[in-house]
């Protein structure tokens, strides 16, 4: 496989320009290793800011779908952990809302900010609930799981506020 070098911008806004050895891709990212890198890291194509080297090999429209979780699964995998929820906190319910179009997390914020829950960005160890959508990552699922967190999708969490119960 050819090289590929582009400008890419993370989540922080700093750019860096990569320059991918072996790679592949699917229709959202890109995935490959530096001549450096042991391990492939993953680029999120719309945070692609300029191709510089290699644009004319990418599959583009052609590209295979990048893979979803389905919801289905990341509450069977929550139910398989072997590690227990954890005991209420004396303060506030901390929640973090991830896979969700960025609208609708919005709303679900706000909502949960209006019930008296502190909203995150990341999972940590005083994390209470994840609320998981269609698009949402494995690795966030696994750190919350590991922090003990109840793992619901947004209808246990619009249940959870409206009854105060899980189903």
């Known amino acids: 496989m050819s090289i590929i070098k582009f400008r890419y911008c993370d989540a922080k806004g700093v750019v860096t320009e990569r320059e991918l050895v072996q790679w592949?891709?699917?229709s959202s990212y890109i995935q490959g290793r530096s001549s450096g890198d042991t391990f492939p890291k993953t680029f999120r194509k719309d945070r692609i800011e300029e191709f510089l080297?290699?644009?004319?090999?990418?599959?583009k429209d052609a590209a295979p779908p990048a893979p979803k979780p389905k919801p289905s699964d990341i509450a069977a995998a929550a139910a398989m952990s072997n590690k227990a929820p954890k005991k209420a906190s004396t303060g506030p319910n901390v929640i973090l809302f991830t896979g969700f179009p960025t609208s609708y997390r919005s709303e679900l914020e706000v909502l949960a900010e209006e019930y008296g829950m502190k909203v995150v960005k990341t999972p940590s160890k005083t994390l209470?609930?994840?609320?998981?959508g269609d698009n949402a990552g494995p690795s966030k699922v696994a750190k919350a799981q590991e922090a003990g967190a109840f793992i619901v999708s947004a209808e246990d969490f619009l249940?959870?506020?409206?009854?105060?119960?899980?189903?």
């Open 53 to 59: 080297l290699g644009e004319d090999l990418l599959l």
């Open 24 to 26: 592949s891709e699917n």
């Open 128 to 132: 209470t609930f994840l609320c998981y």
């Open 159 to 167: 249940n959870l506020i409206q009854t105060g119960e899980l189903p």
